[in-house]
């Protein structure tokens, strides 16, 4: 695509670190601006799966970098809260690469990742760029029906609540084909992916969070939105079932520069469902 390599052998690496082995694919001119892509969570995921449509197009402009979270079935995975280990990962990756500063594209809990990041080391985020995930329900039900449906699979997977989450995540159905579904049962089974499953949708985990989260004396991520300090581009699907776009609505408010862009006919996936249109939106956003 483009004049750029992505197959998936032609770009796949592995790095070894203290915690394990992290693989990732790269693309692009080695000189070319760096862009760090993370992706998001739930049965069959990862990051090669969230952005192979995608890499073609951003390795025109930027050396490319997808990363493949720890436990999910690619990556060694690491002992802790998949959450914070993903985090923890990125930066290591980055140490490792000598990347000191990096924009970067979080789908859902990717996105959660890059704004924990964005707070917490800013000297690390140039530019950040979510789709979906971020922030808190405010009007909508919480948890929602894709996050309902999601608990459902973690609980007991099978393969008809995987293909009932999947429908949850498009607007247009039609993108949950035969090959989708194959490809997403083969790597959900996987014994890692299945514990991270469990550890973050599983119902047991859910109640233990919830207990934690009304206990604990932790402000909640989406309340240190303010000290956010570079660029900010909020991607949503207008018909997302997973995190509804009024979630939206506090990181534009609290994110100093922030804007925000919603995609109408598409779901969760957006850099899927609305691939020619997100990309123009988010390549303007990160040559401007």
Same mark, same amino acid.
């Given at each position: 695509?483009?004049?750029?390599?992505?197959?998936?052998?032609?770009?796949?690496?592995?790095?070894?670190?203290?915690?394990?082995?992290?693989?990732?694919?790269?693309?692009?001119?080695?000189?070319?601006?760096?862009?760090?892509?993370?992706?998001?969570?739930?049965?069959?995921?990862?990051?090669?799966?969230?952005?192979?449509?995608?890499?073609?197009?951003?390795?025109?402009?930027?050396?490319?970098?997808?990363?493949?979270?720890?436990?999910?079935?690619?990556?060694? #995975?690491?002992?802790?809260?998949?959450?914070?280990?993903?985090?923890? *990962?990125?930066?290591?990756?980055?140490?490792?690469?000598?990347?000191?500063?990096?924009?970067?594209?979080?789908?859902?809990?990717?996105?959660?990742?890059?704004?924990?990041?964005?707070?917490?080391?800013?000297?690390?985020?140039?530019?950040?760029?979510?789709?979906?995930?971020?922030?808190?329900?405010?009007?909508?039900?919480? #948890?929602?029906?894709?996050?309902?449906?999601?608990?459902?699979?973690?609980?007991?997977? %099978?393969?008809?609540?995987?293909?009932?989450? /999947?429908?949850?995540?498009?607007?247009?159905?039609?993108?949950?084909? %035969?090959?989708?579904?194959?490809?997403?049962?083969?790597?959900?089974?996987?014994?890692?992916?299945?514990?991270?499953?469990?550890?973050?949708?599983?119902?047991? *985990?859910?109640?233990?969070?919830?207990?934690?989260?009304?206990?604990? %004396?932790?402000?909640?991520?989406?309340?240190?939105?303010?000290?956010?300090?570079?660029?900010?581009?909020?991607?949503?699907?207008?018909?997302?079932?997973?995190?509804?776009?009024?979630?939206?609505?506090?990181?534009?408010?609290?994110?100093?520069?922030?804007?925000?862009?919603?995609?109408?006919?598409?779901?969760?996936?957006?850099?899927?469902?609305?691939?020619?249109?997100?990309?123009?939106?988010?390549?303007?956003? /990160?040559?401007?």
């Amino acid at each position: 695509l483009f004049g750029v390599d992505v197959t998936y052998e032609g770009t796949k690496r592995e790095l070894t670190t203290d915690k394990g082995v992290l693989r990732y694919h790269e693309a692009g001119d080695p000189d070319a601006p760096t862009l760090l892509l993370l992706h998001g969570s739930g049965p069959g995921v990862t990051g090669w799966r969230n952005y192979r449509g995608n890499l073609g197009f951003f390795a025109q402009t930027h050396h490319c970098y997808i990363l493949e979270f720890p436990g999910f079935g690619v990556s060694a #995975p690491w002992d802790g809260i998949p959450v914070l280990t993903a985090g923890s *990962s990125v930066t290591r990756f980055m140490d490792a690469l000598d990347i000191e500063s990096a924009p970067m594209i979080g789908n859902s809990m990717g996105g959660v990742v890059a704004v924990n990041l964005a707070i917490k080391k800013p000297e690390r985020v140039s530019k950040l760029v979510t789709i979906g995930g971020v922030g808190p329900n405010l009007f909508s039900p919480s #948890p929602s029906e894709g996050l309902r449906l999601l608990q459902e699979f973690a609980d007991a997977p %099978d393969r008809d609540k995987l293909i009932r989450w /999947l429908n949850a995540m498009v607007y247009d159905r039609s993108l949950v084909t %035969d090959e989708l579904i194959e490809e997403r049962w083969e790597v959900a089974l996987n014994p890692d992916a299945l514990r991270t499953a469990r550890a973050m949708y599983g119902s047991a *985990s859910f109640e233990m969070q919830q207990q934690f989260l009304a206990t604990a %004396d932790i402000p909640p991520y989406w309340s240190m939105l303010h000290k956010i300090s570079c660029p900010t581009l909020l991607t949503w699907g207008r018909d997302d079932r997973v995190s509804p776009p009024d979630m939206a609505l506090l990181p534009l408010r609290q994110i100093p520069e922030a804007e925000l862009h919603i995609f109408p006919r598409c779901g969760h996936w957006v850099m899927i469902e609305a691939k020619q249109a997100f990309e123009a939106t988010v390549a303007a956003f /990160l040559t401007r």
